[in-house]
T-cell receptor, first 110, second 113 residues
């Protein structure tokens, strides 16, 4: 099935810097989700967005559901070493129809 | 917190073997899912179940079957394992109200020799 376009593929940043990543699609979704996956682990839910235009924060993380329902972004402020990992976006239209981005691999240099 | 538990973190099997991957969730979720995750291909849905004994094929069901005899448990079965089924397998579950997010287990890294 059609996967989402997630960018950038990877980021190398200094500790303390802010990070921004986004996902776009040619299809609309009812829900946008952001997950983080550490090596050898399963994805962990960070933020769930349910309405177009919704802006939601979880600590240093902020995510928005695009007005067109075809995109979403995730910002991380003041990055720390434990932010290292792969971040995935996911768009959900129905219960059994969830599409994933390819992931953004984040490296934080102390 | 939601807890999705996969029975094995690492598994090594031989070609032709019948392989069982088990997943249990403790939040009384109606929906359960099996995905495989491969580099460059992302997560792909194998099978989905929305109730006990109910199942639907996902994007890549060939070579797999599933079993859901109890609400909390969803099993993925490789009928005759092949080397192209070497992958990371992820189980997930979700509530059946609205578009509730899926919660994932830690994955099973399966190698077929």
């Amino acid at each position: 099935g059609q996967q989402l376009n997630q960018s950038p593929q990877s980021m190398f940043i200094q500790e303390g810097e802010d990070v921004s990543m986004n996902c776009t699609s040619s299809s609309i979704f009812n829900t946008w989700l952001w997950y983080k996956q550490d090596p050898g682990e399963g994805p962990v839910l960070l933020i769930a967005l349910y309405k177009a235009g919704e802006l939601t924060s979880n600590g240093r993380l902020t995510a928005q559901f695009g007005i067109t329902r075809k995109d979403s972004f995730l910002n991380i402020s003041a990055s720390i070493p434990s932010d290292v990992g792969i971040y995935f976006c996911a768009g959900q239209l129905r219960i059994n129809d969830m599409r994933f981005g390819a992931g953004t691999r984040l490296t934080v240099k102390p | 917190d939601v807890k999705v538990t996969q029975s094995s973190r690492y598994l090594v099997k031989r070609t032709g073997e019948k392989v069982f991957l088990e997943c249990v969730q403790d939040m009384d979720h109606e929906n359960m899912f099996w995905y495989r995750q491969d580099p460059g291909l992302g997560l792909r849905l194998i099978y989905f179940s929305y109730d006990v004994k109910m199942k639907e094929k996902g994007d890549i069901p060939e070579g797999y079957s599933v079993s859901r005899e109890k609400k909390e448990r969803f099993s993925l079965i490789l009928e005759s394992a092949s080397t192209n089924q070497t992958s990371m397998y992820l189980c997930a579950s979700s509530l059946d109200t609205g578009n509730q997010p899926q919660h994932f287990g830690d994955g099973t890294r399966l190698s077929i020799l």
